[in-house]
């Protein structure tokens, strides 16, 4: 790539498609076939200049959400999560990872 606009362009492309992807960036420039240098880079200049975060709030302090268990009659076939002032009733127990994304999903 040159050093001109459109390899600005270049570049903010790949980093977008980073920054929407699951990859870490090793198998993303692996992928890409880039040098994960060159990468970083141009990466950390586009998030000094503004550019979009993959973890936007990556910085800020840690919202913890208590979660009470309590032991569910087998008879009765449901069981509650209550997240600050709403309550979710299921039929069954979800397992604790489903949980924990609802919780990280209604904190944000």
Known sequence: MGSTSTERRDWEKLIAEYERGTDGQEDFCRRKRINIWTFRSHLYKTRRNGGARRHPNKGQPVRFV???????????????????????????????????????????
């Open 66 to 108: 208590e979660v009470k268990s309590q032991p569910v009659a087998a008879a009765s076939g449901s069981f509650r999560i209550k997240l600050g002032a709403v309550t979710v009733e299921l039929d069954i127990a979800p397992s604790p990872r489903w949980v924990a994304e609802l919780a990280k999903s209604y904190s944000e």
